[in-house]
């Protein structure tokens, strides 16, 4: 079946410094790829997403490639804040079916000051 | 606030106790969806209703658990016999037909504790 595996954290950076979570998926067809953020005491929200090979999903400074020939979606941010300390789940939706979202296992990214 | 909402947002309950949660999607939105998150994990499918039909069940989702979405708007989970396994967040979300690209929005969640 549709499978994520996401790099496994927890996750701690200094403010300002690069950030990759890596991200791969196993899928038959043509899945939408997609990250979701959980900030401490909040529901889900999705960060960013896309639909088809090459597409590029960005948001607030995320960006996210989807790489059909390496089954990928890493997400990347050139410098991360304090604010964007938070658990992150890689996910996807199969195409054509109930569009039920598989989700990755969440990475915890803590940013120090 | 017009986002997902979800009632009860915690409830304790003896082991082999029932128990009902709510969901009530962003109005017009006609697909919901019924996850389970435990500890450290990401959010596992449950079911799905498009307007008030059930279309896809998880093999998770165990004779105990049952939903309902009676008139296309919000829809219920219940759990019957409650066991310690059942412990978890239980989040809702919803999407409106004509998303191409399946986003869905979530609600703040249900959260289980049996004892």
Known sequence: ????????????LS?????????????????????????????????LKATKADDKGS???????????????HLEKGSVQVSDSAVYFCALSA?????????GQGTRLTINP | DTGV??????KITKRGQNVTFRCDP???????????????????FLTYFQNEAQL??????????????????????EIQRTEQGDSAMYLC???????????????PGTRLTVT
């Not at chain 2, 939105?29 to 996850?35: E, G, M, V």
């Open chain 1, 59 to 73: 948001n607030k400074g995320f960006e996210a490639t989807y790489r059909k020939e390496t089954t990928s979606f």
């Open chain 2, 93 to 107: 979300a919803s999407s409106p037909t004509s998303a191409t690209s399946y986003e869905q929005y979530f609600g």
């Open chain 1, 15 to 47: 403010e300002e410094a690069f950030l990759t979570i890596n991200c791969t998926y196993t899928a038959t067809g043509y899945p939408s790829l997609f990250w979701y953020v959980q900030y401490p005491g909040e529901g889900l929200q999705l960060l």
């Open chain 1, 95 to 103: 195409y054509g079916g109930a569009q039920k979202l598989v989700f």
């Open chain 2, 5 to 10: 909402s979800q009632n009860p947002r915690h």
């Open chain 1, 1 to 12: 079946g549709d499978s994520v595996t996401q790099m496994e954290g927890p996750v701690t």
């Open chain 2, 56 to 77: 896809e069940k998880s093999r998770l989702l165990s004779d105990r658990f049952s939903a309902e979405r009676p008139k296309g708007s919000f829809s219920t989970l």
């Open chain 2, 26 to 44: 962003i109005s017009e939105h006609n697909r919901l969806y019924w996850y389970r998150q435990t500890l450290g994990q990401g959010p596992e």
